[in-house]
């Protein structure tokens, strides 16, 4: 006989002020099978699970059910609580009386105490149907891969090789480094970014436990926490990894130039090229689009200066499969593309330049060897107007959210600019100044105040070329006007976005995204490195724009996590997965078919005396409980363990029937 | 019959469209309360006999969302969904069951306005349509 406990949470006032919790605890006590229906202010606190313990005993309660909050959210917290009470985990139901029934219908309470009932008794209809199941155990691989070599991926990497983790970064560039190798100084401390980050590089170069593929992309990623399968297409690079000793004659002597990625267009590149002098792995590549010889046949310079016979032209990509127990995301973004912003004329005037331009202008290993030069006749600028917030909290680009970084990034690029060239003027335009980090206001007001940099509260409505100079047509709300100012330079202070094929990866690792495009965590406040899918953690500014003191400790958060995991042997994985009636599989391999996971194979079985047929049957460590077998098994012989055929039946009929 | 309200049954996937109803929720986006909702792992578990039995148990109207196309927490459970939804609407027909009841769209985990303007978007319509007569 089965006993339902049924608890509804008032969650304090969430619930309660829109749902009559104790006419639906009077309504639940009707319900078939109820001995008992509670309320309590807040259930997922310690005396909340005390009063379900309590009443479990008192009672003789063997399967409960809980209304309040959505299962996402306290669904492991009641399962916890009820294994405590010696009741199976599974011989409980939650019914979300909260975020989809308490705080979509504030307006119509009766209407939603109703509803709260029905979910109530949807949720006891289910638990009725339950079953005690009981958790799998799979290995874990203790091998940790880790997409993307910036900061985010390096500092993960050092965390985990110093952890003693074997380490795989893969990397797409032909250089670990990543956005913040293109950085000249940090903001607050104006460090140098390269001589902060290059020991970083190294030292990942240098751990036994760290594997480095550069010039590689991840391109199918298959099982689940604790046993991922991931193919990784290393491109060619035309060069030898072991013979190379990274002496640079063959770019010396290339013929071919293209302009420069890493100097973001401003300068030239040769076709075979090492981004950047502290490259890591310090070995060129060829770019066989600009390459004369993959262009015209003719040519081979660099295979004829080679003192090491390093270059290999018939290279090809090469696709590894390897094992990994957990994967850290570190992919990184791109800089928002300006030419949305026609008013501001980038890429039309010579003189319009991105921040990350300007940054590789000021670094003294850039195009200009660190000389700020107005790009149109390489002349000294006098004044230059910063733009804030290009691309960010912008509704009407569809750029709702604040890009974090451009403030404080704004405010150094101004004074790497007085530090320059001391007679100039720096103008910024922002909407407000928002410096939330550890020194960072005493930074702007540096900037503001010994730095003389004029703050314009305002946007800027448009920019034209008069002359050699640009004249910026921008308002100050402050002061209340309209203001001009005649510009020999103008750097846009673009928002971080998503990577250009963000989506692409979300897809391959099964992780979700925003409407950004930005990768989703499991909880933005409680969550902040995990993901929907367990064993895939995020690190950096893929979820969203971070600075370089964020995305480090999130690194490091991400890397904790991983090593929380592999400290184990063996990890629990949910029980909820497929299981074949024997008896009614008619052997037709639809199930087979449809599978995303490969996780069903058939097997000869005897399922009479004497007969023997070809049955299919669920591989238990792969499978994970998608259902998507059982929707197509034309003789309902598969069915999924906690979302049972006769379990849905049930919610339906007491949804239908009034 | 004056005072007949809709019963609308919705089938949401576990990592999208329920993930985006609590979304709903999170951001106090109204919509009406005559849907209630019934969780799947997967729109791919999407039995077409849940729809059938649905409107044959009195529901007035069945809404059923997923991740979008390619999103699919199991790399393609909602495709597998996609082709029944197609089978299942034309069925629906010769159950003497007028399609229109029946509702299918694509709800993110991030889209929690979507989900409120799907629900009242369904319940509008069932509200046009009036009861579900046997």
């Not at chain 1, 733009?387 to 990034?409: E, H, L, T």
Request: charged share 25%; proline share 4%; hydrophobic share 35%.
């Amino acid at each position: 006989m089965a006993r339902v406990g049924v608890f509804i949470c008032d969650c304090g006032v969430n619930i309660a002020s829109t749902v009559d919790v104790p006419k639906v605890v009077e309504y639940a006590m009707t319900l078939q099978k109820v001995a008992i229906a509670k309320e309590y202010k807040y259930m997922c606190s310690d005396p909340g699970q005390n009063l379900i313990l309590d009443t479990i005993k008192e009672y003789k309660l063997d399967r409960i059910v809980v209304s309040s909050c959505s299962p996402r959210m306290h669904e492991l917290t009641f399962r916890i609580c009820v294994n405590k009470g010696k009741i199976n985990p599974y011989y409980f139901e939650m019914a979300n009386i909260r975020e989809q029934c308490s705080w979509v219908h504030q307006k119509d309470k009766e209407a939603a105490t109703k509803k709260a009932m029905k979910l109530t008794e949807i949720a006891v209809a289910k638990v009725l149907r339950n079953e005690p199941l009981f958790p799998l155990y799979s290995p874990v691989i203790k091998r940790a891969l880790v997409i993307g070599g910036g900061i985010a991926g390096i500092q993960a990497s050092l965390d985990l090789g110093d952890a003693g983790h074997e380490t795989v970064i893969v990397e797409r560039e032909s250089s670990i480094g990543g956005r913040m190798s293109q950085l000249d100084k940090t903001f607050p401390t104006l460090d140098c970014s390269q001589c902060i980050l290059s020991p970083k590089m190294v030292a990942v170069a240098q751990n036994k436990n760290i594997k480095i593929y550069t010039y590689a992309e991840v391109e199918e990623v298959q099982g689940y926490v604790g046993n991922f399968t991931v193919k990784i297409r290393k491109k060619a690079r035309y060069v030898d990894m072991v013979k190379c000793t990274g002496c640079g004659v063959c770019t010396q002597k290339c013929p071919a130039k293209t302009s420069s990625e890493f100097n973001e267009k401003t300068g030239d590149r040769k076709a075979i090229y090492t981004p950047f002098p502290q490259a890591v792995p310090n070995v060129p590549v060829i770019d066989k689009n600009n390459c004369i010889y993959f262009l015209k046949g003719k040519c081979k310079v660099c295979e004829k200066f080679c003192p090491s016979n390093a270059i290999i032209y018939n290279q090809e990509d090469e696709v590894v499969e390897e094992k990994f127990g957990a994967i850290v995301v570190a992919t990184g973004i791109d800089i928002y593309d300006h030419s949305n912003y026609g008013e501001y004329g980038y890429g039309k005037y010579k003189n319009v330049l991105s921040g990350l331009q300007f940054e590789r202008m000021v670094s003294s290993s850039g195009p200009t060897d660190g000389h700020i030069l107005r790009p149109s006749d390489q002349e000294e600028p006098k004044d230059v107007v910063f733009i804030q917030c290009v691309g960010a909290r912008d509704p009407s680009k569809g750029q709702d959210y604040c890009a974090r970084v451009c403030c404080m990034w704004t405010a150094k690029q101004a004074i790497l600019l007085k530090e320059h060239l001391p007679n100039s003027r720096a103008y910024i335009f922002y909407i407000d100044i928002r410096a939330f980090g550890k020194g960072y206001e005493e930074f702007v007001r540096r900037a503001q105040v010994d730095y003389q940099v004029t703050y314009l509260r305002g946007r800027v409505s448009r920019i034209y070329e008069k002359g050699k100079k640009l004249r910026v047509l921008g308002t100050d709300t402050l002061a209340g006007g309209q203001v001009e100012i005649d510009a020999d330079m103008v750097i846009l202070a673009d928002a971080m976005v998503p990577k250009y094929d963000s989506v692409k990866v979300a897809q391959t690792l099964g992780i979700p995204y925003d409407t950004y495009r930005f990768f989703t965590e499991l909880h933005p406040k409680l969550a902040p490195v995990e993901t929907v899918t367990s064993g895939i953690f995020l690190a950096g500014a893929c979820s969203g724009p971070k600075d370089i003191p964020d995305t480090v400790a999130q690194a490091g958060a991400a890397a904790a996590k991983v090593c929380a995991l592999f400290s184990k042997d063996n990890i629990e994985i949910e029980p909820t997965i497929a299981q074949v009636n024997f008896s009614l599989c008619s052997g037709c391999e639809t199930c087979k078919l449809v599978c995303p996971f490969n996780a069903i194979e058939m097997r000869e079985r005897e399922i009479r005396r004497g007969v023997k047929r070809s049955i299919a049957n669920v591989i238990e460590s792969v499978c994970r409980g998608c259902g998507t077998c059982v929707g197509s098994c034309y003789c309902k012989a598969i069915d999924l363990r906690g979302f049972r055929d006769k379990q849905i039946m049930a919610e339906l009929e007491a949804v239908c029937i009034e | 019959m004056n005072n007949w309200e809709p019963n609308i049954v919705g089938f949401l996937c576990n990592w999208c469209s329920y993930a985006g109803a609590d979304l709903t929720g999170l951001s106090r986006k109204e919509y009406p309360a005559n849907i209630k909702i019934i969780k799947l792992p997967c729109t791919g578990r999407m039995d077409p006999m849940f729809i059938i039995e649905a409107f044959k148990l009195g529901a007035d109207g069945v809404l059923v969302s997923g991740c979008h196309p390619g999103d699919c927490h199991y790399n393609k459970g909602n495709l597998y969904w996609q082709r029944r939804f197609l089978v299942v609407s034309e069925l629906l027909n010769n159950f003497g069951i007028d399609k229109n009841r029946f509702f299918a769209s694509w709800v993110s985990a991030s889209e929690g306005v979507k989900f409120s303007e799907v629900v009242k978007n369904v319940t509008e319509k069932i509200r046009e349509l009036g009861p579900l007569t046997k």
